[in-house]
Structure formats: structure tokens, C-alpha cells
């Protein structure tokens, strides 16, 4: 048993043998860098078997396996069946693509295994942090002396930026009372567009999801700021407490930015934390074609998005800004005698930037930040917004396409890299068509040919399209349209037959 070992029994976990080790690593990225580079070469998914599903199975292992063993492991059964989200013709949702520098830059992350804030400002991942924060704070418009931290993605972001809100609007010491002590209910807006994150992070923050008061949005999908003003008056008057305006830049269904500036104003005027969305549509900040249409977002009090999704950065990694870093800070810093810093210049604890976690939910945080640092130094700026500005073209081309073919429809007005359409046929009355158009996006997904999700367009089921895949290329969005019309053609008539 453990406590007879002698010293001379002691054990670790590094390799006995670190050159099988080092000729494993090897493999394993020479592996990683064919899969990527023939990633084109495979179906855009597969519906793993049951056989592995059921390789899952069975209790955590007692003795040891080769490190060769495990990873053939991974290489047979794990590898061969991801989301799909790599391939150049996925599209669903709204995904990321990823890239090979940036998955080495996971492995140096975890080689170093910083914990990136703990208490410790001195050390070169918090350098990195902070580094990234003030390029992001640049980039979007944002002052120097904002504060902002990287997060797990825009949910966490959201829940962030929106609890600064809730506890510097609240006007009443509501880290120490509580919720329960609110002389008035809060309430908060956002467009019926609005990400489903926003809503969890309210109930999260103890106010219910009732609290959100979700406001029409007009023929382009964007608020209808008429509507917002009206509630909000309206709800003072009932005597609840307007806290806050959500802004998207950008919508998951239709890719929709609110007026900012128009909001920016409002939420001056009516003195309301106005909170930005912007999960993906922030990086049209950077997109010489379509910067203006997210004017106003640098005038957000907090600003949540996303570089795993349009900055094609590896999972996770998001990012949310907070304009005063003081409102921030007072929300979120709690400093146990076990965590003491910056209380000198000396020691591991001395404090010379940023205590990192002073700004969000983590303690312990992995350097997530390594990956955004080697991913703007690799590519630059400039080429992340011309790549975000070929998605748009892409987008453009695809709709070109869709109002040049008789057999489809789009579904709402295409804005930034998100389309909306359906196989239309003048026999099928809309509920047919529903059943129809769902039907076409399982058929192309479980054949592998292309990746759209669906969704809902004022009640009726649509093919989803968010391009935020650097790989993809225009003749990819041929295929996409000759399979829809394909399957179209064929489900059409075997609906018209029942
Ligand atoms: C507009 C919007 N907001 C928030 C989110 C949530 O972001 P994450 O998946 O990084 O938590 C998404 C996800 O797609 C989104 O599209």
C-alpha cells in the first residue's frame, strides 16, 4: 500500500520512458496536421455507430495502459467523429472553425499549466492576458482604462457583464443584501431576437426570467425602439425598476444589429446599463464593409463576445469588457486572507497589472489567453478582417443564389454572415413545407454533405446558415444549394404522395 512505499518507491507522473514519449508527441502532430489538412476529403459529419456509443461504457480503469494504447484509442474512436464544425461545409448554428497554430498553442498552454490569475500577478500568462485584453479593447473602440477579462464564451460573458449591471444599477448594497431586499422588481430589455444566454444569466442573478422584458423587433429584426421606450416608460409608471437595455450586434437567428447608437442614447437619456451582445457581430468592427453597422457598441457599458466563433479561435475562449473597471471590479473582487496580493512589490504575490480574477466567476483560470496572443501575432488584424469581410461575400454570393433559384425562398433579410431560406414548392402548403425543410437538414447532415441547422422565421422552420467558417469557399455554397434543391425535389414528392 501506498504508505509502505520507500523512498526509493516513490512515484510521479512523468514518463519512465520520456523518448517513446517525445516519438509519441510526434505522431500525434503529425497525425493532428494530415486530419486538418485533408479535412475537405470527409463527410462534414457522421452519426457515430452504436458500437461507439457503447465503447463508453464500463468503469474507470485500475491499472495502466500504454500511453501508445490511449492515444490509438482516441486515433480509432474518438477522432474519427467530431461535431463537424472544422469542415468547410458547416454552417449550423453558429460554430467555429478553429486552426492548427492555434490548437498547438492549447498544448503549450497546458504544458506550462499556469493557473493564469491565483492570486499571482507575476508571470508571464497574466502578461499575455492583459496584453490581449488592452489589443481587444483597441480593436473594438473600447478606452485603455476599461477592464475586461477572457472568459469559457459569451454565456459567461453575458452573466458577467449583466451581474456589473445588476449590482451597480441596483443602488443598494446588493452584494451583502441580496436580491430579496429590492425595495422595486428590475427589469432588463432586449430585443424577442435576443440570445437564450441572456435570459439564463438573468434567472441565474436571482431576478427571473420575467424581469426581461423582451420588445418587438421590426421588419429588418432589429428593436423597435419605439416599443423599447414606450415599456420602459410604461414600467415606471407601474413602478418597477428599469435597469437595463441588452443590445445584440449581431442575433443568432438572422444576424440582426440593434441600433446601437440609437440604444447608446436611449440608455444615456433614461440612465440604464446598456449591455452588448455581441457574441459574433462585434468582429464586424474589423470588417472594412460593415464596421459602421455596429457604430455605438464602444459606447456599451459591457461588451460580451465571443474569439472562438468569428475570430475562428480554438474552444473556449470569450471575452467581455466592462467600460469603468471600477463598476466591475466591485462586483466581482473578494479577497480571502489565503488569496492576499498586491500588498508589495516582492513575493509571488506582489502585484505589478490586473489581478485577473478581481473581474469574473473563475479562481483558477487555464491560459486561454496563449492562443489569442499566437493567433493575432500569426495572422495579424488586417487578415482577420478581410476574413470576416470574405464570410459576408460568401453570404452575399449564397443569397445571390438563393433569389436567383425559382425553388427557394429567403426567409428574412440577410444581414452580416447569417441567411434564412427554404425549398419553396407551389404545391405544399406551409406546414408541409415546415416538415419539408426540416427533413432536408437531417438529410444533408446525416449524409455529410453540408451542415445547416434550422430555426424559426416569424413561426415558420427554416434552413439556418451562420457562416463563420474561414475554410469554407464559394463553390461550397454551390453544393449546399444544389443538395437542398436535390432533396427538395425528391422529399416533395413523396410528401405530396401522403
Ligand atoms: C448571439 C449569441 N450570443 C451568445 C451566444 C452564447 O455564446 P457561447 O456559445 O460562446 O456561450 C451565442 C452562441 O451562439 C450567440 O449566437
Redesign the pocket.
Known sequence: MAGNKSPSHEENLDPTDWESMRALGHRMVDDVVEYLKTIRDRPAWRHAPSSIREHFSGSAPLDPQSPEDVYQEFYDYILPWPTGNIHPRFWG??FGTGTILGAFAEMLSATMNTGAACGLSYNSANYVEVQVLDWLKDIIGFPASASGVLTT????A?LIGLAVARNTKAGYDLRREGIRTASRKMVLYASEEI?S?VQKAIEILGLGSKALHTIPVDENFRIDLQALTESITRDRKDGLYPLCVVG?A???NTGAVDDLEALADICQKENLWFHV?G??GAWAAIAPGVRAQVKGMERADSLAF?L??WMYMPYEI?CVLVQHEDDHRKTFCLTADYLAHGEGQRGMSGQDIPYLEDYGIQLSRGFRALKAWISFKEHGVAKYGRMIQQNIDQTNYLVGLINSTLELELMAPANLNVVCFRYVNPELDDDTLDKLNKQIVIELQEEGKAIPSTTKIRGRDVIHIANTNHRTRRKDFDILVREVIRLGRTLSQSLSRH
Open positions: 448554428w453558429v464564451g459569451c454565456s459567461e453575458n440570445h444566454s445584440a449581431g442575433t443568432t451582445d457574441a459574433f465571443d472562438h466563433k470569450g
